[in-house]
């Protein structure tokens, strides 16, 4: 396998979940990772809290170990998000964390974390900047409505000091898996000079769709557009990404969260179609996950332990049947079905496929899976038989997603059989 800390790539073949950490001086509030612009806080008053933020309890390598209990692979750091707090010992701005009480580099201490275990690190930038002086409020999309007074609105000044800051992301942490703009839709300033600097000094490092190019993936945020809802396999890189909590990204106090079962199916959803999946939790402001957070993780950890043989180092195959109901994912002869969305009955139909499986799995518990060959009465029209998966547990299986493992002696055979579809003639006979 590649070394993912050698190879941009190696971070999205075999396909991985992620931890997003969206965490800076919003989480003293707790309430949203834009709080200064959601509640209209003026400035110099949200500015306060980094007179307060002092995370005792910040530990890397907790984070780590329940990034990696989780079955993740990596993970995304909000180093500056749109409140323009740095997160890291910058030179550019007064507003980071070395000037709290806490002055720690806490990117820095990441950093040394992560690629202690080899752990690959993606650091996030947020373009709006709602505290630097040269951005350019104009009151577009996530922007201030007008300059502050004092400001000095200036594009190719405010992309200088982004370029400096990129600079220093890159240069002073070590590698760094990937750079993830974020919102660049609203200042839409498009300089190659950045991506090419960020590349010079980082050359294995991959760069999203957010900033200042197309990048070299692509970001799907919570709700998908139709059409990659309707892909039964990815056709550029992609990597999706949704928080644990509906509301916010950072922590809040009084998040509503998703259930494990919605985000099990998301994750489920992007990985057999050949993406990344960045899971977000935000730490509260003394540096720990809430219990909550704990949970979600452990639960959605359990289910990906089991499932994850048929995810990691396969290859989307949803095309091997016409069963729009259900994923498919292959690695030599072994198909993995993957029952997402919940089914809404106790059998699978995998038409046009006819060949009974040398051993079907359901990964969840390791229990055999019923398999039948025959004619149903739903496909007498045709006169056609059906692979027919029975008997599953899905009442007991219905907060989660089940994966069935079929092994075949010859998975290209069996699809060839199927395709033939001639084989139902020499069967009608047992069916009467
Ligand atoms: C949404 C949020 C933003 C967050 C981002 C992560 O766009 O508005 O705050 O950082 O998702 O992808």
Redesign the pocket.
């Known amino acids: 396998m590649n070394n993912p800390q050698k190879s941009g790539n190696g971070l999205f073949s075999p396909v991985k979940l992620g931890l ?1 950490v ?1 965490w800076g001086l919003y989480a003293i509030p707790g309430w949203h ?2 709080h200064q612009y959601r509640l209209r806080v003026p400035r110099a008053e949200y500015g306060k809290l980094m007179h307060e933020f002092n995370p005792v309890k910040f530990n890397p390598e907790a984070w780590l170990d329940r990034a990696q209990a989780t079955g993740m692979e990596y993970l995304t750091f ?1 180093a500056k ?2 409140d323009g707090f740095c997160m890291w010992h910058t030179q550019q701005t007064d507003f980071h964390i070395g000037n709290t009480p806490y002055r720690r580099d806490i990117f820095g201490e990441l950093a040394t974390a992560c690629h202690r275990r080899n752990f690959p690190l993606c650091v ?1 930038y ?1 373009v709006v900047d709602n505290h630097h002086p040269n951005y350019t409020n104009r009151g577009i999309g ?1 922007e201030l409505p007008r300059p502050v007074a004092g400001d000095e609105p200036d594009v190719l000044k405010y992309a200088e000091y982004m370029k400096a800051q990129a600079r220093e992301l890159c240069s002073n942490y070590g590698p760094l898996a990937t750079f993830w703009w ?2 660049n839709s609203d200042l839409k300033h498009h300089d190659p000079g950045i991506n090419e600097m960020i590349r010079q000094l980082q050359p294995d490092i991959l760069i999203n769709d957010r900033g200042m190019s197309d990048g070299d993936f692509s ?1 799907m ?1 919570r709700h998908w557009a139709p059409e990659l809802e309707g892909e039964l396999a990815f056709t550029k890189k992609m990597e999706a ?1 949704d928080s644990i909590g509906v509301e916010s ?1 950072g922590w809040r106090k009084d998040e509503d969260y998703f259930t494990t079962k919605y985000l099990c199916q998301r994750i489920d959803l992007a990985l057999a179609k050949g993406g990344n999946y960045l899971l ?1 939790a935000g730490p509260m402001a003394d540096g720990t996950f809430p219990d909550v957070a704990v949970q979600m993780l452990n639960e959605i950890g359990a289910w990906y332990g089991k499932v994850k043989e048929s995810l990691a180092g396969t290859q989307p195959a949803s095309n091997l049947t016409e069963n729009r109901s259900v994923l498919l994912t292959r690695r030599g002869d072994t198909l993995y079905v993957h029952l997402n969305p919940e089914p809404n009955s106790s059998r699978v139909v995998l038409s046009p496929l006819t060949q009974i499986p040398l051993r079907a799995i359901l990964l969840n518990d390791g229990r055999t899976v019923d398999c039948r060959v025959e004619l149903l009465p739903s496909t007498h029209v045709k006169q056609e038989k059906v692979l027919r998966l029975c008997n599953l547990p899905a009442a007991e299986y219905a907060g989660s997603v089940m994966v069935v493992r079929l092994d075949f002696e010859s998975l290209d055979a069996a699809i060839a059989l199927g395709n033939s579809r001639d084989t139902v003639a020499a069967d009608r006979a047992k069916v009467m």
Do not use: A, G, R
Request: charged residues 20%; hydrophobic residues 20%.
């Open positions: 997003f969206h990772e834009q909000t998000h749109q996030y947020c996530h974020d919102v970001t945020e990404c990204w977000n």
